[in-house]
């Protein structure tokens, strides 16, 4: 292993290690017995091709194009662009003309490539190459499907093997190799997590769910976002903004206080770059699909210290389903300023707006009069016409960091978000049909709105310390949240003087009957408020041993006013939960140089929302997750692999009552004592060999109450997902081709139909999904996206439930300079 080079104090953090990735294709050849020696590498021409851009991002490509193993620290190629290199040229020559004109000299021993400037170094001692890019978990730019680090599960910034816990990430390259533009596409394709979406995307009936429970923990960068009356709220989030997705399956209450025992979805955004660049791409697809996206990062200075990014969206589309019609207009922006050199503030915002017509809760009845099943064309829609939803998500954001000389870090963030929505309900869900004049279908209909704003400031310090000779990591930090909310309310299903009866469902075009008069009806006022303490330590008892233990003390407080207008009296619901301990433990032991072996624990609380037929609130959601499993590391972090077994003990589980509605018209539940979910999932994601990524997972949870009985048969108990690509850089300026499925298996729901008794079953089913992307030039390259490959058909739930998406394709330019 060659020596790392800084001009400064040894400090992995303040300054951390960056190497090329040709170490990884190196390693993956060795594996396959293809690797040649490094005298052949030396000698031997490649096809290279690496545009203009930055030096670190340049050497990144080189790495991957070849064979060479290049280290060197980040404040050497720091201010430096590279020119273009291309052809056939020996690796050796191509980094010549990288460095040329830099003052960066380097020295080789084999494969290995040490850089250094020419003017005072110090030469440090041999570092692990494995803790080169902890402090920067950044996706962009590095072409590979997984990270080197990820810190939703502790706030500690620990690779994905030290991490206790599942945890996927769905990075950068992931997202624009398949056009993951939406959350809830990356959701469709992360692993052990699955969308049963009876209606159309973004409806409330569009759940997530991991591990048996719906997921509603939801953070941006790091930071939570609560508002427990409409969680759904944020599924509304467009890919075009964040760098990468991460996902802790599994309880997370120690980073979020009031925690789903499912899993927490972190997205996290997209920042500046010290050096320019900018990206254009336009797209056209099925269904008069348009989509624009506009990137642009600069410099504002000489040296980068002030910088800033732009990001611009536009969508307008159509759909499969009849009358549904999208649109979409999104602008990120952030300004980032070195106060000093350990001292970072960033201030940005966020405006995203999603509207839709034809918009409906749910799919047409499942059952006809006489208790058969109905059969729809994939096209059929039950939204009325005039049914449409809107939703605006504007927020503003500040944080300021600064790091110590001891390599402690403080950090505060303050973020004010204001999520509108505004939907009005029409759908023939009701009824059946009967089978030969299309009359007993029925409309259901309503509306809700709202505007939460919500202020989040969450302040947290992080860094090593020594205890008997050996260095150890903490975290403490403190959060608090505050939701205010005052709407509005209407009338829902049920109206005066007005039939929702629709004559023949079979004839139906969504215009009647009329939208039915549903002026306000009171106000609601509801005041959230969240606060929490909490504290992690990492000990490092030997080299190969961590424990991890942690807590949070959060206190929950919820009141909600809710003012009739006809009678003029306020019902008032006051709830709150204080001092809640969640406590956590785990503990990792590296069993070799790429294996470890894990296990960790920690309880669940979360207040419920569901009401019972009465219409009380569930108590709070108990219970004890349990987590064993080994991961695996390859390639310096280029490839992940891990495999768990675990298990949730659960009280006052809420179970949807069939048909049974509590007093205010929402579905009714019980609470479910005794429930388990046990289950286990194996994921490998990163390089396996130069210019090939892919993501392969297989994922089983059972769910059942105190009385073995499964529950929850409408979501999935086995998937598998896997996609893969591949780069053929000889092709032109390269040729990138990937292909994917996903698989599930049976899910069905009873209890339905006309005599209640009914089961309604989606079978096992598999879709594949195939992409290309061709660099034209070196800045102008297409891309094709065509999903459901060979058309299957199938439910995306089970009773009144739309079609799954049929055959479709995405084309488009990408220009960056």
Excluded: C
């Amino acid at each position: 292993m060659g020596k790392v080079v800084e001009t400064s104090r040894v400090s992995s953090r303040a300054h951390p290690f960056f190497f090329g990735t040709g170490i990884l294709a190196l390693s993956a050849a060795l594996s396959l017995g293809l690797a040649p020696s490094a005298a052949h590498a030396q000698e031997t021409a490649v096809q290279l091709s690496i545009p203009a851009q930055p030096l670190g991002k340049a050497l990144l490509q080189l790495g991957q194009q070849t064979s060479l193993q290049i280290f060197y620290s980040q404040s050497v190629v720091e201010g430096h662009v590279a020119p273009s290199v291309s052809g056939s040229l020996a690796p050796e020559e191509a980094l010549r003309r990288l460095l040329q004109g830099t003052g960066i000299e380097y020295s080789r021993q084999g494969n290995s490539v040490t850089l250094s400037r020419t003017s005072s170094l110090t030469e440090l001692a041999p570092v692990r190459v494995k803790a080169a890019g902890l402090s920067d978990p950044t996706t962009e730019g590095t072409g590979s499907y997984t990270s080197g680090s990820a810190n939703t599960a502790t706030k500690l910034n620990l690779s994905l093997r030290e991490t206790p816990q599942s945890v996927s990430v769905i990075t950068r390259q992931r997202m624009d190799d398949q056009g993951l533009t939406q959350l809830s596409d990356v959701v469709v394709q992360t692993p052990g997590l699955t969308l049963d979406s009876s209606g159309n995307a973004g409806s409330d009936s569009s759940v997530i769910y991991s591990r048996g429970f719906e997921v509603d923990n939801y953070q941006i960068d790091g930071v939570a976002q609560s508002y427990s009356n409409y969680s759904k709220i944020f599924q509304t989030n467009d890919m075009a903004l964040y760098d990468r997705v991460e996902i802790v399956r599994g309880a997370t209450g120690l980073m979020n206080g009031v925690g789903s025992p499912g899993a927490t979805i972190n997205l996290v955004r997209k920042r500046p770059t010290r050096e320019f660049q900018a990206s254009v791409r336009a797209e056209a697809g099925s269904w008069n699909h348009y989509r624009s996206e506009a990137d642009i990062s600069t410099p504002f200075n000489d040296d980068g210290s002030v910088r800033g990014r732009l990001v611009a969206v536009w969508q307008d589309n159509d759909s499969y389903i009849d009358r549904l019609e999208e649109r979409k207009k999104i602008l990120y922006g952030i300004v980032e300023a070195d106060l000093g050199p350990d001292t970072l503030a960033a201030a940005g915002f966020t405006f995203q707006q999603h509207d839709a017509t034809g918009h409906a809760r749910s799919g047409r009845p499942a059952f006809y009069s006489d208790g058969s099943r109905a059969h729809w064309d994939r096209s059929d829609s039950a939204a009325a016409d005039w049914a449409y939803s809107k939703r605006r998500i504007q927020s503003l954001f500040a944080s300021l960091e600064h790091r110590f000389q001891n390599d402690w870090l403080v950090k505060g963030t303050y973020t004010r978000a204001s999520n509108e929505y505004d939907e009005v309900l029409g759908y023939a869900a009701g009824g059946y049909p009967d089978k030969l004049t299309g009359a007993g279908a029925n409309l259901w209909a309503g509306r809700w709105a709202g505007k939460p704003v919500q202020d989040n400031l969450d302040v947290y310090a992080t860094g090593p310390f020594t205890l008997f000779g050996r260095k150890h990591d903490l975290v403490f930090g403190a959060t608090t949240t505050r939701t205010k909310e005052d709407t509005p309310t209407y009338n829902l299903w049920w109206f005066d003087d007005w039939s929702n009866s629709i004559p023949n469902i079979f004839t139906w075009d969504g215009r009647y009957p009329n939208q039915p008069p549903n002026p306000a009806t009171g106000e609601m006022r509801i005041d959230e408020r969240v606060t929490s303490a909490y504290t992690t330590l990492r000990f490092r008892p030997t080299d190969a041993l961590s424990l991890i233990v942690g807590g949070r003390v959060t206190s929950w407080k919820s009141d909600k006013s809710t003012l009739s207008y006809a009678t003029g009296k306020t019902t008032v619901a006051n709830r709150s939960e204080n001092d809640k301990l969640t406590p956590y433990a785990g503990i990792v032991y590296d069993l070799t140089d790429n294996w470890s072996a894990y296990a960790s624990y920690t309880n669940i609380f979360k207040p419920q929302t569901s009401k019972d037929i009465n219409g009380d609130y569930l108590d709070p959601l108990l219970g004890n997750s349990y987590e064993v499993g080994a991961k695996g590391s390859f390639f310096d972090d280029r490839l992940n692999i891990a495999a768990a077994m675990y298990r949730i003990q659960q009280d006052n589980f809420g179970i949807a009552i069939p048909g049974a509605f509590a007093p205010d018209g929402s579905g009714a539940f019980e609470a479910v004592s005794g429930t388990q979910t046990r289950g286990f999932e194996i994921e490998a994601s990163g390089e396996l060999a130069r210019n090939w990524q892919a993501s392969l997972s297989f994922g089983r949870s059972v769910t059942q109450d105190r009385n073995k009985a499964t529950i929850n048969t409408g979501v999935p108990q086995n998937t598998v997902k896997l996609f893969t690509s591949y780069r053929f850089p000889q092709i032109g300026h390269g040729l990138t081709v990937g292909a994917g499925l996903r698989w599930q298996s049976e899910i069905y729901s009873d209890n339905l139909g006309p005599t209640g008794k009914a089961r309604f079953t989606q079978d096992a089913y598999t879709v594949v999904d195939l992409m290309a992307h061709y660099a034209i030039t070196r800045q102008v390259s297409a891309y094709l996206n065509v999903y459901n490959a060979f058309d299957k058909s199938y439910y995306t739930s089970t009773g009144t439930a739309y079609y799954g998406a049929p055959r479709s394709i995405k084309a488009g330019l990408d220009i960056r300079f």
